[in-house]
């Protein structure tokens, strides 16, 4: 295949599934992994794709991919992702789980804890976790967004001001390479604020396409977090920023 009908149907496989890892891309089209990495370089240099660690998505700073298609993707590794972050969860733990796929997969994870007080924004962990017969569900007051069941707003932030928990477990969009946690809706990042500032510790749960993609609305920093949950090495960068600012990595294994 020449490389410009290459380079055509690589931005379209992504468009299509919203994120392609280099492993499968060199497979596909039977070549290194070394050009495939300099092609969604140049593609990326044309705005025509966004590269991400380990592979390319779809150019989204500024909007979000749809809610169904996030739902599937990269399933199975935020699934690990999930397993591993619920077994540093102890029973009888108080926790906010705001919004996001990989926390709708740790709230499944948490079915068989005992003991929990979970306070969400996310009307799709309420409906999960409410199956756990032995533990508490609160959820949270404000807006209902219907794309995804998250309730954001200002009644929804004064809410989550009322406790203080054990551990927050939040999701995000990116990281930056200097350390910046970024998303898409300035509603919903002002919630996850509250809830980093209002827990003990913040768990991130997030995948590895998560790094060095870049939404636009700033949510915080690593340095604010106690440990990242993830399924791939993050870069250079942000590993050294980790264990700079002493916060804990976890690397889910795949089964």
Excluded: W
Aim: hydrophobic share 40%; aromatic share 4%.
């Amino acid at each position: 295949m020449q490389r410009d009908a290459r380079l055509a149907e690589i931005v379209t496989l992504v468009r299509q599934r919203g994120y392609m890892s280099i492993e499968s891309l060199a497979q596909h089209f039977d070549v290194t992994p070394q050009t495939i990495r300099r092609d969604i370089n140049d593609l990326s240099a044309q705005d025509l794709l966004e590269r991400h660690h380990g592979g390319a998505g779809l150019n989204s700073s500024v909007h979000n991919t749809a809610y169904a298609a996030r739902q599937v993707h990269a399933l199975t590794e935020k699934r690990r992702i999930a397993r591993l972050c619920a077994a540093h969860i102890p029973v009888e733990t108080s926790l906010f789980i705001n919004i996001g796929t990989t926390n709708e997969e740790v709230a499944r994870a948490l079915l068989h804890h005992s003991g929990l007080r979970v306070i969400t924004n996310n009307l799709n962990v309420a409906a999960i976790l409410c199956e756990n017969r032995s533990s508490e569900v609160i959820v949270a007051g404000g807006v209902v967004r219907s794309v995804d069941r998250a309730i954001i707003g200002e009644a929804t932030i004064d809410f989550v001001r009322q406790f203080r928990v054990d551990l927050g477990i939040i999701g995000i969009s990116g990281i930056d390479g200097d350390g910046t946690l970024l998303d898409f809706d300035y509603r919903e990042v002002r919630v996850a604020q509250a809830i980093i500032e209002n827990s003990r510790q913040v768990f991130l749960v997030a995948d590895h396409t998560k790094f060095e993609r870049r939404p636009m609305v700033r949510l915080g920093h690593l340095s604010q977090l106690s440990a990242v949950f993830t399924d791939q090495a993050p870069p250079p960068a942000i590993r050294e920023l980790l264990a700079q600012h002493d916060v804990q990595l976890h690397i889910a294994d795949e089964d």
